[in-house]
C-alpha cells in the first residue's frame, strides 16, 4: 500500500478527527516531510482533508479506499490483486503481466488515460469510480471467447444489482445504463500466440462511475453515476462481486443461457436505432459527405454468437435486416 492510502486510510478510521503528525508518523512509520507530501498530494486529488500547525491532519468525510485484502480476501476463486494510485490504464498495466494463469485483478484509484472503445477516453476522476481490469489465461475455445464481452456486460448488471439494488441495462454491445445515462464502459482485449493462433490472454477492463462527480462538458448530458442506491456499498464490495460473478459464469459456461440473459439485460430491442459506421452508410447508398450521419434502423434480436440483428429503416437495404458484429460500429437509441 502506498503512502497516500496509508494515510488515507488512517484518516478514514478517526473521521472528523485531527491526528498530530507525531502519531500518524508513530503508527505508519513515516517522517513529517512524507506525511505532509502525502496530503497535499490527496488534497491535489480532491480529498476533502484539513490540516492545522498543532492539530495535525483531518479527513472531512468518509472516503471509499480501494483495499488489496478486502478484495483478495472475499474474491471466491483463486486471484492475484494489484491496486494503484494512478495508472495510465489498468488494461495497459495488465499487459505487463506476463504469467496469467492465476486470474489478476488490477484496480486504480485514478486513470490518466482510461481507455474505451474505438481509441475512445475514459474519464476517470480520482476517487470517484471503479477502474478495474481483469487478465487471464483461458481455456475455453473461441465459441466462449465470443461471448467475453457479453458475459463481462452481465456480470457487472449482476455485481450492481447485487450491492446497491440498482437494475442497470445493456446497451449492445458493451454499455451499462441507468435510465438514459451511461454509467459503465467495457473493454475487451486478446493476446494471441502468433505460432499457434491461441489466444493466450484475455485483458477485460471495466469502468464505472460510482460516486457524483464533475463530468467534462461534452459528458455531461451522456453520463451517469450509481445514483440513489438501495443500499450501501463500497468499491471493494463491487470489484469482488464482479469478479466472482465473471468467473463463476466462465467456469460454468452455458451459450444458449448466456444469450437468453442477455437479451433481458437488453434496453434496445424493438427499439428505434441509430447505427453509426461508414461502411455500412456506403452500402446503404449514402454520399461520402453523409457517411458520418446515423443510419436509422430498428434492433430486432441477438443472435447466438452475441451479434445484433437489425432491420434497416432507410436507404437501399429498406426493410431488410442484418446481423451486426461489435468492429468499428458504434449503435445510439433513439
Known amino acids: 500500500m502506498s503512502t497516500k492510502s496509508k494515510l488515507l486510510a488512517l484518516l478514514n478510521e478517526n473521521l472528523n478527527t485531527y491526528i498530530s503528525g507525531q502519531e500518524i508518523g508513530d503508527k505508519l512509520g513515516l517522517s513529517r516531510n512524507a506525511i505532509w507530501k502525502a496530503a497535499n498530494a490527496l488534497k491535489e486529488q480532491g480529498y476533502n482533508i484539513k490540516s492545522f500547525p498543532k492539530k495535525g491532519y483531518r479527513l472531512m468525510e468518509f472516503t471509499d479506499i480501494i483495499s488489496e485484502d478486502m478484495i483478495k480476501s472475499n474474491a471466491e476463486f483463486p486471484c492475484q ?29 485514478e486513470q490518466t488515460s482510461g481507455r474505451g472503445r474505438l481509441g475512445r477516453t475514459f474519464f476517470s476522476p480520482a476517487g470517484k469510480g471503479l477502474y478495474m481490469t481483469m487478465a487471464f489465461k ?26 446497491t439494488g440498482l437494475n442497470p441495462k445493456i446497451k449492445w454491445v458493451n454499455d451499462i445504463y441507468l435510465g438514459d445515462k451511461k454509467i459503465c464502459g467495457i473493454l475487451t482485449e486478446a493476446e494471441s500466440s502468433f ?38 456499498f463500497t468499491r471493494n464490495d463491487l470489484a469482488v462481486a464482479i469478479f466472482n460473478n465473471f468467473f463463476e459464469r466462465i467456469n460454468n459456461f452455458n451459450k444458449v443461457l448466456t444469450i437468453r440473459e442477455y437479451k433481458a439485460k437488453s434496453f434496445i430491442l424493438g427499439e428505434p436505432i441509430l447505427i ?17 450521419e446515423g443510419i436509422r434502423a430498428r434492433a430486432i434480436d441477438i443472435d447466438e454468437n452475441g451479434g ?19 468492429g468499428e460500429i458504434t449503435i445510439r437509441k433513439v
Not at 457524483?212 to 445514483?227: C, D, I, R, V, W
Not at 461502411?279 to 458520418?292: F, P, W, Y
Not at 445484433?308 to 461489435?326: A, D, H, P, Q, S
Open 308 to 326: 445484433l440483428v437489425v432491420e434497416y429503416m432507410e436507404g437501399i437495404k429498406m426493410r431488410t435486416m442484418e446481423t451486426l458484429t461489435t
Open 81 to 109: 490483486v494489484h491496486v494503484y494510485d494512478a495508472v495510465d490504464s489498468t488494461n495497459n498495466m495488465a499487459k505487463e503481466i506476463r504469467d496469467c494463469t492465476v486470474p489478476q485483478i488490477l484496480v486504480a484509484e
Open 195 to 232: 505460432e499457434t493462433g491461441a489466444i493466450e490472454k484475455i485483458i477485460v477492463g471495466i469502468g464505472i462511475n460510482c460516486f457524483k462527480g464533475s463530468f467534462p462538458k461534452e459528458l455531461s448530458e451522456t453520463a451517469g453515476y450509481l445514483e440513489n442506491p438501495l443500499k450501501p
Open 138 to 163: 483461458p481455456d475455453f475455445g473461441l465459441d466462449e471467447a465470443m461471448l467475453v464481452t457479453a458475459t463481462v456486460a452481465l456480470s457487472v448488471c449482476n455485481a450492481i444489482q447485487e450491492v
Open 276 to 292: 453509426f459506421n461508414p461502411a455500412i452508410a456506403r452500402a446503404l447508398g449514402r454520399t461520402e459527405d453523409r457517411l458520418k
